[in-house]
């Protein structure tokens, strides 16, 4: 009978220190969670304070470097706000407006015809051209007159290579004027040719509307230059 007393007591000894044993592990585990929970909490805290005190930071620069360039800008406002300005030089002005006077009398005071157009010294060698066809234009029309047409065409072809000297020697043109010399030039060669071929055919109807032409054509190209200066 004593053997099962024995085996019993040591029974619940042994229970009792599995319990014991239980009830430590069990505290452990609490403690090293709670521990565990309370390092994730002071790590979380930790890490909002870190982001926390970065935004601050962040922001308190950004806002100081703004401050700092309104400043700057302020401060050179004011110092270009505060330049005295410089007085002109009354003397300097006058004497250039006194050039600018002078310069401009000086270029606004060109010779001209009573066509606006340039000096009638500028035309020296378009006169004497001028003379010339005028000439050879007379001869055309005594050709013509005679009814000799058979040699209407080398007193046309004298006026048409006379007329085509004309642009070279009208530099001094203004550049419309120019524009429309080269049309009439052109236009005289056409009622050279014309004249030619009504006079081969003996054609005198033909022969006189040319002749008319060529006049008109040829008083429009006088009309281009200073009045007086081709006769």
Avoid at 54 to 79: D, F, H, I, P
Avoid at 176 to 192: I, S
Wanted: a positive charge; hydrophobic letters at 35%.
């Amino acid at each position: 009978m004593a053997t099962p007393v024995i085996t019993n007591r040591k029974r619940r000894t042994h229970l009792r220190r599995v319990a014991n044993f239980q009830t430590h592990s069990a505290r452990g585990v609490l403690c090293v969670t709670l521990r565990v929970y309370k390092c994730a909490l002071e790590a979380s805290s930790i890490n909002i304070m870190f982001n926390n005190t970065l935004q601050n930071t962040l922001w308190k620069g950004l806002g100081a470097s703004l401050l700092s360039v309104a400043l700057v800008g302020c401060g050179s406002k004011g110092a270009s706000d505060t330049t005295p300005a410089t007085a002109p030089d009354s003397t300097t002005s006058t004497t250039g407006s006194s050039s600018t006077n002078s310069s401009s009398t000086g270029t606004m005071q060109p010779a001209t015809g009573t066509n606006g157009g340039a000096s009638g010294a500028s035309f020296t060698g378009t006169a004497v051209t001028w003379a010339k066809i005028t000439a050879a234009k007379a001869a055309l029309d005594q050709v013509i007159a005679s009814k000799n047409l058979k040699t209407v065409h080398e007193a046309a072809f004298k006026v048409r290579d006379l007329v085509r000297t004309l642009p070279a020697q009208s530099s001094g043109l203004a550049s419309d004027k120019a524009a429309t010399l080269a049309t009439q030039v052109k236009n005289v060669d056409q009622l050279a040719s014309k004249l030619d071929e009504a006079g081969d055919s003996n054609n005198l109807k033909a022969t006189q509307d040319n002749q008319a032409g060529l006049s008109d054509t040829l008083d429009t190209i006088k009309g281009l230059y200073p009045g007086g200066t081709l006769k």
